[in-house]
């Protein structure tokens, strides 16, 4: 995976970089306004050799004194130094604690120390920090070599006194914030990317493509709250959900070939939403002017029936044992071009019955009287009857369900079914996070007529028609 595919992954998932970027603020933020404001003064201190007269004396003076700045530094945070200061600034701390508000350092190639002093009172930290290298230079004073004339040969003279800080030295909320900010985002990118890697469901045309050739011919969105869910092309054609399912039509329209009728399968990964879909796409197609049979043929779980509310009694079982004929048991719907050959009872044996040669018999007369057949099948991933029915139709379209399927089951959904024989046509995405803006409901189609008829918007071209 390349920059450019990273890139896209936390443009996708930009709103949780955003997230993690506002929490990052809002943490240090809280942090640095909630933290005690510290204040820190320095003073200075030079150190030179009393004694020496000639040049070579004097360098002689000046490198002593240079290999025992570091010692001087370490003094100024000793207890013979930090006794006395507590002492007499009458400091509630003893010299351990005190030695944890100090730093001392030396440049290097330099006989100066610069003490720093950190305290909740700029006041404070300025008193400590002169204290401090007073007491400093009379502790070296006292430990240094003497002369013949009992003078002390290192002398400590305080060049710059410590002042009282103007500002707090921390927290420094402006730094502190742009670091909680790049922080955020950072952590947030690497969340997106992690995110994405692990995360196998489908939920967009993109993520289908990332795992498979077969197209997505469609993508229906989610029922909104309140809406009433199910066969939308019967309850709520003109809404955006019966666009969705007009776009799906529109695509199958382009697979018939050579004249035949439009033989389809209608199967998914999981349950849920495998024969709303049918349903609506039946209708949809009839909408067009379309001669259209659904057939059930889910016999394990059937509910075409129970969705376009028909007579369920009998069915696609009843014509395959011989106890009916097609033009006995199916049912037309709406009044309109859309018949229905329900499950009818449910059988011991439903694979073995999809696999009979009166299933091929059933098939055949269908499309001699039918331009389009659709089969509504189990949930292929359950069982193989969407397998058994895949070589003998047209083509197979796969209902992927957004809210449960991953890639790797409907990668095996497909190959099952292209193993078998069958011709894949294409995927329709449901439970799609809706992008079509509600404005889009102002351009509905026109409504039925009180006789039933369809105006003239509503219907395509007219196809051929065969006769029964």
Known sequence: MGAREYLAII??????????????????????????PMYRSTATLYFSLQFGDSANDLNQGSAYTQNQMQSFAELATRAVVLEPVIEDLGLATSPRGLAGSLSAVTPQGTVLLELSATSESAQRSA?????????????????????????????????????????????????????????????????????SLLDTRVREAEDVRSFTDVPVIGTIGRHPRGASSGVVMQTEPTSPLGEHYRQVRTNLRFLAVDSKALSLVVTSTMPGRKSTTAC????????????????????????????????????????????????????????????????????????????????????????????????????????????????????TVVVADTSQVRQQPLADSLGALSQAGGRIVGIVLNRVADKVSSAYSDYALPQPAADGSRPAAWRGRRSRRRSS
């Open 280 to 395: 609506n796409l039946a209708l949809a197609l009839a909408e067009s002017d379309l001669k259209v049979l659904l057939i059930d043929a889910d016999l394990r779980r059937p509910s075409v029936g129970r969705y376009l509310e028909l007579e369920e009694a009998a069915g696609l079982t009843t014509v395959l044992i011989g106890r009916a004929t097609l033009d006995d048991v199916v049912q037309p719907v709406g009044g309109g071009t859309l018949d229905v050959l329900a499950a009818g009872e449910l059988p011991p044996n439903p694979g073995e019955l999809l696999a009979s040669r009166a299933m091929e018999q059933v098939l055949t007369d269908a499309t001699s009287r039918y331009d389009v057949v659709i089969l509504d099948s189990a949930p292929v991933s359950l069982v193989a009857d969407a397998s058994i029915l895949a070589p003998l139709v047209a083509g």
């Open 127 to 195: 008193d400590v920090a002169n204290a401090v290298v007073l007491e400093l230079g009379r502790a070296v004073e006292e430990l240094s070599p003497r002369g013949e004339d009992g003078q002390a040969a290192v002398r400590a003279t305080v060049i710059a006194p410590a002042d009282p800080a103007a500002s707090p030295f921390s927290p420094r909320t402006e730094r502190n914030v742009a670091a909680g900010l790049l922080g955020g985002l950072l952590l947030g990118s690497v969340l997106a990317i992690v995110r």
């Open 11 to 36: 443009r996708k998932r930009w709103a949780l970089v955003v997230v993690c970027g506002l929490l990052g603020v809002a943490a240090t933020a809280a942090l640095s306004l909630s933290a005690t």
